[in-house]
């Protein structure tokens, strides 16, 4: 298809319904999306434990941008291109420590704020003032590093407001990747997303899953009066009874953010007992934060649609969703400890245990459903009412790309 089709093709598609073929299968509508929407979005690259000491960098890559994050002389984090601005040399290949930036081609230097520092026998004619490392947004809230290739820093400031209490209660900026797992899939990034905000799938294909996280009782299945009074009555008792009463986190909070989104944050029991969501419901690690003992909760937050967060009480789970081209889409899911406990303080096996086998499961279903709607006999089908969340990405999706069409 060519550009010129997009906003009518746009026009086209039917409220509550999957997308046509094309927007997950055209390689001109996700480079237009790369170019466009998918740049002005947030993602999270990493953990600061990843960089906590002042020189050290990590390397990411995003929408087909190699990025550089370091920590600054003051102890910030700063994203640069990770292009060298004399002739376009890649300049660090892996994450490390220096004092400087130093393109191996020719040796310019940058400081660790991007400026140039020295590039030898440039002429005297030339301002290096205007030769530092191209910025990236990049911003560091509780621990978690967001990066974007070209959204408003200043858009995370209501999101830094409400996740920043939350954070430091569940002991986020203290802690250290305790695991680490890819799932590379192949699917659009539209089909993995999709599959993530709907529980609709959840029985059929997350048996594991639906025995730990009770909650699935009423998301998977429809939503009778008789169900959500059932669920919500074992929330209230479950607050009254067994929550910590210092968590900053009350029931679930929704905020609409005109520039990012939606930021959801929630907090509920896992069920069942569970201390944490380990396959027994028994601690796979320390506590963690200003905890100050098992309540068996699970707090979370999204920022859609590529922001997801979630903090049990003895560890934390970071999931990283990055597409990188038409039908393929790297799933990474890290798990966060406290920063004191020890390797043997940590049962990784059991800690990863969960979303590691639901994440697989995830990966398979989504590579099914993205071999179907590649075939020519692929037409769109109208979503259920188990997946209002998806028929509500699916319609800001295509509200913000036609405005992008026509600009």
């Not at 997009?6 to 046509?20: C, D, H, K, V, Y």
């Not at 030898?120 to 910025?135: F, H, K, N, V, Y």
């Not at 429809?222 to 900053?248: G, H, I, L, M, Y």
């Amino acid at each position: 298809m060519q550009p010129a089709e997009l906003p009518a093709l746009i026009a086209r598609q039917r409220p509550g319904w999957s997308l046509e073929r094309p927007f997950y299968t055209a390689p001109e509508i996700y480079e237009f999306e790369r170019r466009g929407w998918l740049s002005e979005q947030w993602y999270i690259l990493g953990h600061g434990s990843e960089a906590r000491e002042l020189g050290s960098y990590i390397v990411r890559d995003l929408l087909g941008e190699s990025l550089i994050i370091v920590r600054d002389t003051e102890g910030v984090l700063r994203g640069f291109y990770n292009v060298c601005r004399h002739r376009g040399t890649r300049i660090c290949d892996k994450d490390g420590r220096a004092a400087a930036i130093v393109c191996p081609y020719h040796s310019w230097t940058y400081r660790l704020d991007g400026s140039l520092r020295t590039a030898a026998a440039l002429p005297e004619s030339i301002d290096t003032a205007g030769l530092g490392l191209r910025p990236v947004p990049i911003r560091e809230i509780g621990g978690i590093i967001f990066g974007s290739l070209t959204a408003d820093p200043q858009s995370l400031d209501p999101v830094q407001q409400e996740l920043t209490p939350m954070l430091h209660y569940h002991g986020i900026p203290e802690a250290r990747i305790g695991a680490r797992r890819s799932y590379p899939t192949r699917g659009n990034w539209k089909l993995v997303i999709e599959n993530f905000i709907e529980c609709y799938h959840c029985f059929p294909c997350h048996p594991e899953f639906c025995t730990v996280m009770k909650f699935v009782d009423v998301a998977a299945r429809q939503a009778t009066p008789e169900n959500v009074a059932a669920w919500q009555q074992t929330v209230e008792r479950w607050f009254s009874e067994k929550a910590d009463p210092d968590s900053p986190v009350k029931r679930m909070q929704l905020h609409p953010l005109a520039e990012t989104g939606t930021f959801l944050m929630s907090r509920a029991p896992i069920g069942g007992n569970h201390q944490t969501d380990s396959q027994d419901g028994l601690p796979v690690a320390p506590l963690m934060g200003r905890q100050r003992r098992f309540d068996g909760g699970s707090t979370g937050f999204r920022l859609e649609p590529f922001v997801w967060f979630s903090c049990l009480n003895d560890h934390a789970r970071m999931m990283q969703f990055l597409p990188t081209g038409t039908d393929t889409t790297d799933v990474v899911v890290s798990w966060l400890v406290d920063g004191s406990a020890r390797e043997t303080d940590v049962d990784v096996e059991r800690m990863i245990w969960l979303w590691d086998v639901t994440t697989a499961q995830d990966k398979l279903i989504i590579e099914r459903n993205a071999t179907g709607v590649r075939s020519h006999s692929y037409i769109p089908g109208p979503y259920s009412t188990l997946e209002c969340w998806t028929t509500r990405f699916v319609s800001r999706y295509l509200r913000e790309l036609s405005a992008h069409s026509q600009s």
